[in-house]
């Protein structure tokens, strides 16, 4: 799914919602533990109920892999029942060294069929490049986070070197900014708003305008409302741009809105809160 | 396996190389392709190869993820293959905001009875400390990695701000240092010398003096040697602590010695080359 098609989805819908199936095995409701794979059971009919009030669906890869082979298994069969019109992320904060990359991205770009992938960017150029050789499929980066430890080092204060020349004498700059504005600015430069993409957390909403001077134009991926407390009023005040450019994920407080056997209606209740919202965000 | 038994096996062994079961199918000898489980087979011939030769081995999960459901068998069956007599490393560089990495410890220590996995830092306290939880469990932080891209962000100059009380007067101090160090300051809060360890590239031997000051007694995981260039000799005297306190992996340089039906002979060829290197370096 390339730009035009998820901004022409959006509009379709009124919708920038993306809803996040961290589908933990203990938290689905009962009833469904005595089907095959519940997970799967559990994943299909929030995605019956969801369908046409999000954009995406976010596949928090961890929840899946503590299941281990079987978790895989179900988590290819949902990717397979979503299907082509919604982008397909698969959270799974991967990167390292070149080669290795490249196989991180034939795993979620081929062998499962995302449209999208969370990279960690710690490791710098090498191990978030093989993502971006894909045609039509994104390359998610971690900006700013949305958890407590974003402190640590996401938001220390490095220090930028540059040399300029003036009438033939070299001149030696120093600038102070954030890491993770230093993510932001040199990453920019590795893919374009068209395969690019940055995780920005919602619960960061005093730096997203700061943010938008930096990269004004690639869509960020907005995880932290609902359970974790972001504002998505304030983000979309802040952060959105004339084609929307906001992807904002809700994970538990729509798939785990009720542990009953009517958790798929209630979810589309919660889903349908979001939508309304966003609709009335969206410019016209 | 704890700090004592890995030490143990180490003097047991005079060795301290790690082998990567970097086990990329399109790389393996084409004779095992006709095998149920050809990376499976090309595994165990490795292992059964290097057994007496190595204290660890060291399984990247992307090429196993690269195959899918399949690949992921292939992993618990070469974890369960390698038993406990190994420090057994996913190299998985996973973490996630809390209750995610979380799952990814249930994953790899659990799920699959992995030793240890590594662990990116880009997120902070909270999505490192779920991997610390477990007893006999190690939790392999990236420090200062071995491949180009570490130049992006490891390596940049960070201001640290402090303040001290001087006859009752706030005094603000500020000093630099790289980002890598920041995270090997910070992160040995977090965990012991008994639970947590770092990754350091061989191709930084430059910074392992430095490195030292720093933490002079966790253990570190070393690659980069082999394929990426780097140096035992160089490592081993600039970093070596009384119980060792280094793991050196290598990877394509031993799975991959020979192409053909001596695959694993190769690989035995190869690794004892470093073991015997690695006797020299070893306090007797």
């Not at 890869?61 to 988590?75: I, R």
């Not at 972001?230 to 009720?258: H, Q, W, Y």
């Amino acid at each position: 799914m390339n730009r035009q098609q998820l901004v022409e989805q959006i509009f379709l819908k009124r919708s920038y919602l993306c809803i996040g199936l961290d589908s933990d095995n203990e938290k689905i409701p009962s009833h469904l533990l005595k089907s095959e794979d519940p997970v799967f059971e559990f994943n299909k009919q929030i995605i019956d109920s969801t369908r046409d009030l999000c954009v995406g669906y976010k596949i928090n890869t961890a929840f899946y892999e503590s299941a281990g082979v079987k978790g895989w298994q179900t988590m290819e069969k949902t990717v397979s029942y979503i299907g082509d019109a919604h982008l397909v992320i698969a959270d799974a904060k991967r990167g390292d060294i070149g080669n290795t990359s490249s196989q991180y991205a034939k795993a979620f770009f081929e062998t499962i069929p995302f449209c999208a992938i969370t990279v960690a960017p710690y490791m710098g150029h090498d191990s978030v490049k093989p993502f971006l050789q894909y045609a039509n499929k994104w390359t998610i980066l971690l900006g700013l986070t949305s958890n407590p430890g974003a402190e640590d080092f996401e938001m220390k204060k490095i220090i930028i070197e540059s040399e300029t020349l003036d009438e033939g004498v070299h001149i030696k700059n120093s600038s102070q900014k954030f890491l993770y504005e230093h993510v932001l600015q040199t990453a920019a430069g590795w893919g374009s708003e068209e395969n690019l993409m940055f995780v920005i957390g919602a619960t960061q909403a005093a730096e997203f305008i700061n943010i938008r001077k930096i990269v004004p134009n690639h869509f960020f991926l907005v995880p932290g409302i609902g359970a974790q407390g972001g504002s998505l009023k304030e983000i979309s005040a802040k952060a959105m741009t004339p084609d929307c450019g906001l992807l904002v994920n809700a994970s538990r407080s729509v798939i785990f809105a009720s542990a009953a056997k009517d958790f798929a209606d209630a979810a589309r209740t919660e889903a349908k809160k979001y939508q309304a919202e966003m609709d009335s965000y969206l410019p016209r």
